[in-house]
């Protein structure tokens, strides 16, 4: 039921770059060099606009028709994450590669025990669940409004951030 | 013999909303009947947040929107029979019950059947062994009772219940070897794919099982690559070593109620195989006989909970307690609410539903 369009996605559940580039939802490079951005990696047309009504920038569009996918309006989004533990499919990421010379940091959501600490090193997955790197978590963050998703901010290699996307604790 | 207004069978999201929106709109004694110990139906197993828009109530998980639901009831006045069978309805409007080891009957004005669909198994050689089990019974083991059934499971069909539950499994501490899928594309969701994928779990489509092996329970489940015309391909076997097969590969309506109530019915494949005839109002053949939510179609819970809603709110105009136009407009909203979910992917349901309510000849 998925975007048989995307091979990759529809046959192994895995978005390739290539996949990912024709997404609207997804920044521009020139973008992610700015600071902290949401990265939307939604490729389904069902309806579902939480990210939509999340967004307190308005950089998110979806519109009436709430099966669209989203848009995001990169100059508007400022990174803030409201929308990472909004979206229900945990599909949207924040990707800041102003973090420091050599790091990006990636803010992901997560949903398993045990929650990370702070400044603990912890392995990190790319999108087919195979560790790429080590990475430090720089916090997590939890609010009542989250609904029990915590939003993980992990300090990854710079050019490992289009790919870290989950955690092994 | 005790009289009460309306009736719904089975208390998940498509009964409860049924109740809700009758209740609110003036009908009195209105109970929900439900064979389990707790209400929300499937809603209690579904740790994850909904889709959809506000009317969906997305981004509130499953479990939560059941709780919520279950309180409106209450504060609505809604009596409530738990651990309680239907096992007959007879005449259109007597229920027969099985409650506390006894038998009894009560009478209602209107009867809405919400009681859900059940779980379609393969079979393999080895498919009986203790280890294999439906999605479903996993999810209430797991999510209700607190019990782990395996520590390695290999899931069969990746639809969005093949997907949710290999995603709580790992929640719960399981591992999951594979999910497969006879089909060559993936059934649910990409986000539900995506959030398992990137845990390590791989989806392989075109794959199904050719076997499962065990003494006493299951030891090993071998899979085997199938052509475009699903003919398993020999040589492309694979052993998983796990001790749990689970079975998620759709749903059936479970109808029993309204074939004893005579409803008419009509084989729609893409609503789950047999499904009552009905009206827009969710009225079956079967004067004063409803039907909502998986019973009539499979779809989604947030279906299930328009669908539920129409029929509640057509329930109140039936008994006199809503206006004819109060009621077109209100059940309007609803149906509203349903267009999402039956178009672009979910095009074939509008199609199904219409062609259901055309084949079964009810004016609207």
Redesign the interface.
Known sequence: ????E?VS???????TPEELRTLPGVPSDERMKRGPVAYI??????????CE??CPKGAIRIGE???NLPVLDEDKCDGCGTCVA??????IFILDMTYSETEAVVRIPY???PVPEKDQEVSC??????IVTQGRIVKTVKPKAY???VVVWIAVPKDLALDV??I?V | MEQYEFIVVGGGPSGMSGAIEAARAGVKRVAIIDENLTLGGQLVKQTHKFFGGKAHRAGERGIDIGVDMERTCGELGIEILRDTVVWGIFNHDTLALYQDHKSRRIRAKAILLSTGASENNITCPGWTLPGVMGAGAIQTMMNVHRVLPGTKILMVGSGNVGLIVSYQLVQAGAEVSAVIDILPAIGGYGVHASKITRLGIPIHVSQTLKEIRGQDRVEEAVTIEVDSSFKPIPGTEKTYPVDTVCIAVGLSPLSELAWMCGCEFRYIGELGGWVPCRRETMETTAPGIYIAGDASGIEEASTAMMTGAIAGLSVAERLGYLDPGKSKILRQEKIDGLVPFRCKYFEFRQEANQRLMEMGGVVQ
Not at chain 1, 41 to 50: K, Q, R
Not at chain 1, 125 to 130: A, D, I, T, V, Y
Request: aromatic letters at 2%.
């Open positions: 039921m998925t975007n048989t995307l996605l529809s046959t192994r559940g895995v978005l990696e939604c490729a389904d047309i069902f309806p579902c606009n939480p009504s999340a028709d709430i099966t909004a979206c229900p499919g945990l599909a949903e398993l025990l997955l790319n999108r087919e669940g195979k609904r029990k998703t996307r989950s092994r």
